[in-house]
């Protein structure tokens, strides 16, 4: 029923569609999202894993997850991340999906909402050391789609896969067009 509700609102009522999915069996990923312009991104997102039913994950710093607002992050998918600066994030994550039997991390390359021309590569590193799929998400808003794309398997050479990998976001639009990642 949920799903339906979902897929109607964001559908019928704002006239977005959802193009392809994650299978099933791909309980362990790391879901890069592209362009991150604006906070709607995390509705899209909300929506968008609601219309496909699956769960999908996402880590924020443990300050935000203290009631009662650790409630809405947790049924959204949130995670506490303990963010301090002698720990290292990728093995936290890395060990974050050991522990989990379902953990689909969503991230954005970009690290923030400003107009950047490089991608961080925490995300990269995470999905390398977890031994899990790259999954790339575009959040088209010139389109109104976001598009699930074929999981993608890291080699180890990181140059060739993010070349490889910011392919899927050639003429992708964000929320704010000025600050969309220019795919080259």
Known sequence: MKQIIYKFIFCKVF????????APEIKKCVLIAVPHTSWWDFFLGIFSRGILNLEINYV??????????NYFFTWTGGTPLNRQKN??????IAKIFQEKEVFRLAIAPEGTRKKVSEWKTGFYYMALKANVPIVPVAFDYGRKEVVYHEPFYPTGN???DLKQLKLYYKGVVGKIPEKSFTAI
């Not at 720990?87 to 936290?92: A, G, I, L, M, R």
Request: aromatic share 14%.
């Open 60 to 69: 924020a710093k443990k300050e935000l997850f203290v009631f009662p607002f």
């Open 158 to 160: 990181i140059d060739a």
């Open 15 to 22: 006239g977005w569609k959802v193009v392809g999915t994650i």
């Open 87 to 92: 720990e290292n994030k990728v093995d936290t």
